[in-house]
């Protein structure tokens, strides 16, 4: 019996993409293939910042799932300033209703928001990765595919998706509290899709408070880890030069993200003249440089170099103020690794109470100090940490429990 069809539709796909909802999209879809035919629908972009078609147009096949790329449209970046700068008051006026805590209840006499709903279409229109060659096939193909399913609401693929297949389409939206939820064509977009997975609980409240009558059928779907293997630790230390004893940070270094956390770290230090830990940042460097004889900068690792990195820390960091899941705090509690996150960020706290505290949360520079003083002082609070951290791991984002949400949401529809 030939099986069914099932199509994600993501911006960006392949061997040499990093990106959360690249690869949330791929640990999801390779783990389909033994039961459905599995395609990935993305464009030919292989750089976020310039949206350049790079990959050729057509059909590949990797790890069995068929990938097809669309080129997009050419990039129109003033038409999309211009345009984007025009729908704004639709996204800040949602915003304000939100923070009133109305804009759920006002969902009931407005569910489907067209407040300059036809400015945002055409910033969306003007957008790196706006494909109408992407657009055209979903719609021509609709009958093909028992499923598609979207990725990431910030993207305009997750827009047309909707548009073209919302009685077929499984959202996976992977949620924040920024501006960009509050566009008024998401809650037509939301309005046609059959069921929404969420990553947390955090997430899902969210969307329930911005969208309201606007959002269909949904639940916790979420992802599971990957655990690739690790790299020889003694070559992995001599090559990036590692301390014995860090506080790491794994991600993309930029102000936006670790700012804070340069100027906690090295108050800490200053503090705490006793503490031997230095600060091991990961990840490409998107900043100017930020020079500290307690601060390590690595660059880009392998997924193995990365694992013995982390396998060896005393302490991860996730500064962020906005996550729908954190994929790092979870491969750092499957490692039985203690936590220290961004209070401000209500999924990472979330994730804090839900392991009864395998991780500490801060919400300023006393609470970063004394936390982390806290775990650096005490092996026994480490060790305890991390077995809650593995047991939050095993009970509530194991691949099997996981990809059984995913295939119950399919043969929904």
Same mark, same amino acid.
């Given at each position: 019996?030939?099986?069914?069809?099932?199509?994600?539709?993501?911006?960006?796909?392949?061997?040499?993409?990093?990106?959360?909802?690249?690869?949330?999209?791929?640990?999801?879809?390779?783990?389909?293939?033994?039961?459905?035919?599995?395609?990935?629908?993305?464009?030919?972009? *292989?750089?976020?910042?310039?949206?350049?078609?790079?990959?050729?147009?057509?059909?590949?096949?990797?790890?069995?799932?068929?990938?097809?790329?669309?080129?997009?449209?050419?990039?129109?970046?003033?038409?999309?300033?211009?345009?984007?700068?025009?729908?704004?008051?639709? *996204?800040?006026?949602?915003?304000?209703?939100?923070?009133?805590?109305?804009?759920?209840?006002?969902?009931?006499?407005?569910?489907?928001?067209?407040?300059?709903?036809?400015?945002?279409?055409? %910033?969306?229109?003007?957008?790196?990765?706006?494909?109408?060659? &992407?657009?055209?096939?979903?719609?021509?193909?609709?009958?093909?595919?028992?499923?598609?399913?979207?990725?990431?609401?910030?993207?305009?693929?997750?827009?047309?998706?909707?548009?073209?297949?919302?009685?077929?389409?499984?959202?996976?939206?992977?949620?924040?509290?920024?501006?960009?939820?509050?566009?008024?064509?998401?809650?037509?977009?939301?309005?046609?899709?059959?069921?929404?997975?969420?990553?947390?609980?955090?997430?899902?409240?969210? %969307?329930?408070?911005? &969208?309201?009558?606007?959002?269909?059928?949904?639940?916790?779907?979420?992802?599971?880890?990957?655990?690739?293997?690790?790299?020889?630790?003694?070559?992995?230390?001599?090559?990036?030069?590692?301390?014995?004893?860090?506080?790491?940070?794994?991600?993309?270094?930029?102000?936006?993200?670790?700012?804070?956390?340069?100027?906690?770290?090295?108050?800490?230090?200053?503090?705490?003249?006793?503490?031997?830990?230095?600060?091991?940042?990961?990840?490409?460097?998107?900043?100017?440089?930020?020079?500290?004889?307690?601060?390590?900068?690595?660059?880009?690792?392998?997924?193995?170099?990365?694992?013995?990195?982390?396998?060896? %820390?005393?302490?991860?960091?996730?500064?962020?103020?906005?996550?729908?899941?954190?994929?790092?705090?979870?491969? %750092?509690?499957?490692?039985?690794?203690?936590?220290?996150?961004?209070?401000?960020?209500?999924?990472?706290?979330?994730?804090?109470?839900?392991?009864?505290?395998?991780?500490?949360?801060?919400?300023?520079?006393?609470?970063?100090?004394?936390?982390?003083?806290?775990?650096?002082?005490?092996?026994?609070?480490?060790?305890?940490?991390?077995?809650?951290?593995?047991?939050?791991?095993?009970?509530?984002?194991?691949?099997?429990?996981?990809?059984?949400?995913?295939?119950?949401?399919?043969?929904?529809?």
């Amino acid at each position: 019996m030939k099986k069914e069809k099932v199509a994600f539709v993501v911006v960006r796909y392949g061997k040499n993409i990093n990106g959360g909802a690249e690869y949330h999209c791929q640990m999801l879809a390779e783990r389909l293939v033994s039961d459905y035919e599995v395609e990935v629908l993305t464009t030919c972009v *292989r750089d976020v910042a310039t949206g350049e078609n790079i990959y050729p147009e057509g059909e590949e096949e990797w790890n069995g799932v068929v990938i097809r790329r669309f080129r997009t449209n050419p990039v129109q970046r003033e038409k999309e300033r211009y345009f984007a700068k025009k729908a704004k008051p639709a *996204r800040k006026l949602r915003q304000f209703l939100f923070k009133l805590g109305i804009l759920k209840y006002l969902s009931y006499l407005i569910p489907v928001w067209t407040y300059k709903n036809d400015d945002e279409v055409q %910033a969306m229109k003007s957008d790196k990765f706006y494909s109408s060659t &992407l657009n055209d096939y979903i719609r021509d193909h609709i009958d093909e595919y028992k499923a598609f399913i979207a990725m990431s609401s910030d993207y305009v693929t997750f827009y047309y998706t909707a548009l073209y297949a919302g009685s077929k389409t499984i959202a996976i939206p992977t949620m924040h509290n920024m501006g960009i939820s509050f566009r008024s064509v998401l809650t037509y977009a939301f309005s046609k899709i059959f069921y929404v997975g969420f990553n947390t609980g955090e997430e899902q409240k969210l %969307a329930e408070n911005i &969208l309201g009558k606007a959002l269909g059928p949904h639940g916790i779907l979420s992802v599971g880890i990957e655990e690739p293997l690790s790299a020889d630790w003694e070559a992995t230390k001599s090559k990036f030069q590692l301390p014995d004893e860090y506080l790491l940070y794994i991600g993309r270094i930029t102000p936006k993200k670790i700012h804070c956390l340069l100027s906690y770290f090295v108050n800490y230090k200053k503090k705490y003249s006793d503490s031997s830990l230095k600060l091991v940042l990961v990840g490409g460097l998107a900043m100017e440089r930020f020079e500290h004889p307690d601060i390590v900068y690595t660059g880009f690792v392998s997924d193995e170099e990365k694992m013995s990195i982390l396998q060896h %820390a005393e302490v991860v960091v996730n500064p962020s103020r906005y996550e729908s899941l954190s994929l790092i705090l979870l491969e %750092a509690m499957n490692q039985k690794k203690p936590m220290l996150v961004n209070g401000h960020c209500k999924v990472l706290k979330e994730h804090c109470l839900k392991s009864d505290f395998a991780s500490f949360y801060y919400l300023n520079g006393s609470d970063f100090n004394r936390a982390l003083y806290r775990i650096e002082q005490s092996e026994a609070l480490r060790r305890e940490m991390g077995e809650k951290g593995k047991l939050y791991v095993e009970e509530n984002y194991s691949w099997p429990l996981i990809i059984g949400r995913l295939r119950k949401a399919i043969e929904l529809n």
